[in-house]
């Protein structure tokens, strides 16, 4: 017997779902779906990946590089841009802040409002 798999999207912890659901949204230009206290759900308009945000109050950011017996980073976000220069004035302009740590020149590196690191690359 076979089975099918799809991820269909990605959960991440916040404080506040719905602050940093309103970040992404301004970021990628995706809509609100689920909009609750604990649980917010962004859909891509051209696709059927779903970004989530659950509460979750002891949430710790993760250090980018990482360091040894401090939060690390358990995942990250790659999102693939047109144009490096122009995805990263949005970003900015979103709320992200630009690591200091760039590990490839093709790259950015940045995080959200509460610290998860999202990549911006070209293809």
């Not at 917010?40 to 590089?65: A, C, H, I, M, R």
Request: proline share 9%; with cysteine; hydrophobic share 40%.
């Amino acid at each position: 017997m076979s089975h099918t798999y799809a991820l269909k999207g990605v959960v991440l912890d916040a404080p506040d779902p719905r602050e940093l659901a309103e970040f992404y949204s301004r970021l990628l230009g995706w809509e609100l779906d689920a909009n609750e206290d604990t649980w917010v759900t962004l859909v891509n308009p051209d696709g059927p990946t779903k970004l989530s945000f659950q509460l979750e109050p002891n949430y710790q950011p993760p250090t980018w590089p990482s360091e040894q017996h401090i939060q690390q980073m358990q995942l990250h976000l790659d999102i693939q841009v047109d144009d490096l220069e122009s995805a990263h004035e949005r970003a900015m302009g979103a709320g992200a802040r630009l690591m200091e740590f760039q590990p490839q020149p093709d790259v950015r590196v940045y995080a959200d409002p509460v610290g998860h690191i999202f990549c911006f690359f070209t293809a």
